[in-house]
T-cell receptor, first 109, second 114 residues
């Protein structure tokens, strides 16, 4: 079956760095997405990886290893506004998105 | 200028009623989706339309019926509402169905069935 695994919840301190891991098992693979969802709001796009390696976008970076079925989202210089759920989603061979349940990130002062 | 707008934002209704949620996008996208997000925050695809044609129809009770009058609109009608239908329903759109297919979501419609 197709599956996405990510931790349910993580806690980090303002100003620190946090890494949110995601492992995936899909029938074929056509890319991996990270979305951010603040409580009571819609998910918004953060990053897309289709090739191995690190993609950096300001304070946020996303990494992909296709051979390991693994990705992570790295958040640097954490701010209180980064408190949100982070959703990992992989695209299978039919370009259907398989979603993880999300990681709730709690930032403490 | 909301890119993907859905109405209503909140919907409270009794079991057995029929209700509709409307969605419109002004991004010129070809593909639109309905997702259900339950209390555990898991996003589950329900339907997807590409240029008004149904392309994804997941295992959803046939009480749920999508309608796409044109590629900018995708409405969701739900008959005989049940308690388990309580959730947040998100409409989304994307340029196409393949590649780096970024989804733009609407603000969500929170349905509460009493």
């Amino acid at each position: 079956g197709q599956n996405i695994d990510q931790p349910t919840e993580m806690t980090a301190t303002e100003g620190a760095i946090v890494q949110i891991n995601c492992t995936y098992q899909t029938s074929g693979f056509n890319g991996l997405f990270w979305y951010q969802q603040h409580a009571g709001e819609a998910p918004t796009f953060l990053s897309y990886n289709v090739l191995d390696g690190l993609e950096e976008k300001g304070r946020f970076s996303s990494f992909l290893s296709r051979s390991k079925g693994y990705s992570y989202l790295l958040l640097k210089e954490l701010q209180m506004k980064d408190s949100a759920s982070y959703l990992c989603a992989a695209t299978d061979s039919n370009y259907q998105l398989i979603w993880g349940a999300g990681t709730k990130l709690i930032i403490k002062p | 200028d909301t890119a993907v707008s859905q109405t209503p934002k909140y919907l409270v209704t009794q079991m057995g009623n029929d209700k509709s949620i409307k969605c419109e996008q002004n991004l010129g996208h070809d593909t639109m989706y309905w997702y259900k997000q339950d209390s555990k925050k898991f996003l589950k695809i329900m339907f997807s339309y590409n240029n008004k044609e149904l392309i994804i129809n997941e295992t959803v009770p046939n009480r749920f019926s999508p309608k796409s009058p044109d590629k900018a609109h995708l409405n969701l009608h739900i008959n005989s509402l049940e308690l388990g239908d309580s959730a947040v329903y998100f409409c989304a759109s994307s340029l196409g169905v393949a590649g780096a297919n970024v989804l733009t979501f609407g603000a969500g419609s929170r349905l509460t069935v009493l």
